[in-house]
């Protein structure tokens, strides 16, 4: 950047010698950005009598940048995919793993991270239950023209008991699961269905929880009634129309009258009083003179 010398008013000094005349200048430029949590996601399974015990990445959160619209909408990075068929025997193994930037997205940090797998053989001293509340039931399917409603169960959601490594089933929460009625074929009516649970690899639905239903109502789609507001003109207000001679030579209504008129019947209504204020004037002059003959006469 070249240096320039100004005086007091801010005007350059053509003439000043400045040392040196250039200089480097590096200004840091700060890209929004926001942190949001790592979910793993799993693929694949793992060979009979071998089960998942713990999954230990490197890092709970990622940095993602990008535009303000970008970053509003993005509530978790989860493109990171475990695939358990690449472990053939129980031990703990390190899985190194590029993260790449969402669509929509400039850069992510870190740009790589490690996952920790420890895989154990099938124990059942090692398993345990837990119960997730109110795990939320989506309805699909439903036919041209048609919804569904879910009647029961109210709340909208399902209590479940899944089975697993105790150390895996700690991290999982009720957002992290589904449940899925399928309306498809149904028709307008109250219905029973089954419903399906979307559960990660290394856990299993306990046999309280196999045999999962909801009651729906299938229903006929409203019809828009929404009407767009009139733009008639009548609807602003009716103008009554012009009266006719005969209305008016009988007294039955008043025509209003035009702006040219009421201004000539001002300028009549002004002169007319002009004219009776002179009138006025002469008769008091001829008052006064009569005045005048009275007193002279004897």
Same mark, same amino acid.
């Given at each position: 950047?070249?240096?320039?010398?100004?005086?007091?008013?801010?005007?350059?000094?053509?003439?000043?010698?400045?040392?040196?005349?250039?200089?480097?200048?590096?200004?840091?430029?700060?890209?929004?950005?926001?942190?949001?949590?790592?979910?793993?996601?799993?693929?694949?399974?793992?060979?009979?009598?071998?089960?998942?015990?713990?999954?230990?990445?490197?890092?709970?959160?990622?940095?993602?940048?990008?535009?303000?619209?970008?970053?509003?909408?993005?509530?978790?990075?989860?493109?990171?995919?475990?695939?358990?068929?690449?472990?053939?025997?129980?031990?703990?193994?390190?899985?190194?793993?590029?993260?790449?930037?969402?669509?929509?997205?400039?850069?992510?940090?870190?740009?790589?991270?490690?996952?920790?797998?420890?895989?154990?053989?099938?124990?059942?001293?090692?398993?345990?239950?837990?119960?997730?509340?109110?795990?939320?039931?989506?309805?699909?399917?439903?036919?041209?023209?048609?919804? $569904?409603?879910?009647?029961?169960?109210?709340?909208?959601?399902?209590?479940?008991?899944?089975?697993?490594?105790?150390?895996?089933?700690? $991290?999982?929460?009720?957002?992290?699961?589904?449940?899925?009625?399928?309306?498809?074929?149904?028709?307008?009516?109250?219905? @029973?269905?089954?419903?399906?649970?979307?559960?990660?690899?290394?856990?299993?639905?306990? @046999?309280?929880?196999?045999?999962?239903?909801?009651?729906?109502?299938?229903?006929?789609?409203?019809?828009?009634?929404?009407?767009?507001?009139? @733009?008639?003109?009548?609807?602003?207000?009716?103008?009554?129309?012009?009266?006719?001679?005969?209305?008016?030579?009988?007294?039955?209504?008043?025509?209003?009258?035009?702006?040219?008129?009421? @201004?000539?019947?001002?300028?009549?209504?002004?002169?007319?009083?002009?004219?009776?204020?002179?009138?006025?004037?002469?008769?008091?002059?001829?008052?006064?003179?009569?005045?005048?003959?009275?007193?002279?006469?004897?």
């Amino acid at each position: 950047m070249k240096l320039q010398a100004y005086d007091a008013e801010g005007k350059v000094l053509e003439n000043a010698i400045i040392t040196p005349q250039t200089v480097e200048v590096r200004v840091p430029v700060n890209q929004p950005y926001t942190s949001v949590p790592l979910r793993i996601k799993y693929s694949g399974q793992l060979p009979e009598g071998l089960v998942l015990s713990t999954v230990e990445p490197s890092v709970k959160e990622v940095s993602v940048y990008g535009s303000e619209d970008a970053l509003a909408g993005i509530q978790a990075y989860d493109q990171v995919t475990l695939d358990l068929t690449q472990f053939d025997q129980s031990g703990t193994s390190t899985v190194n793993v590029d993260l790449t930037p969402p669509s929509g997205f400039e850069k992510i940090e870190p740009s790589s991270i490690q996952i920790k797998v420890t895989i154990s053989p099938f124990d059942e001293a090692e398993e345990t239950t837990k119960v997730f509340p109110n795990v939320p039931i989506t309805l699909t399917g439903a036919g041209n023209g048609l919804e $569904g409603t879910l009647v029961t169960p109210r709340s909208g959601g399902l209590n479940l008991t899944l089975t697993g490594s105790a150390s895996m089933l700690e $991290g999982l929460s009720s957002d992290d699961l589904t449940l899925t009625g399928d309306l498809t074929g149904l028709a307008v009516g109250t219905h @029973e269905i089954k419903l399906e649970a979307d559960l990660p690899r290394y856990a299993k639905l306990d @046999e309280s929880s196999n045999a999962l239903s909801a009651t729906v109502k299938i229903s006929e789609k409203a019809e828009d009634t929404t009407t767009t507001p009139s @733009e008639d003109p009548t609807d602003e207000g009716t103008v009554a129309p012009d009266p006719s001679p005969a209305e008016v030579e009988n007294g039955e209504t008043e025509p209003v009258p035009d702006e040219e008129e009421t @201004e000539s019947n001002t300028d009549t209504q002004d002169q007319g009083q002009q004219g009776s204020t002179s009138s006025r004037g002469n008769l008091n002059n001829n008052n006064s003179g009569t005045g005048s003959k009275s007193g002279a006469n004897p």
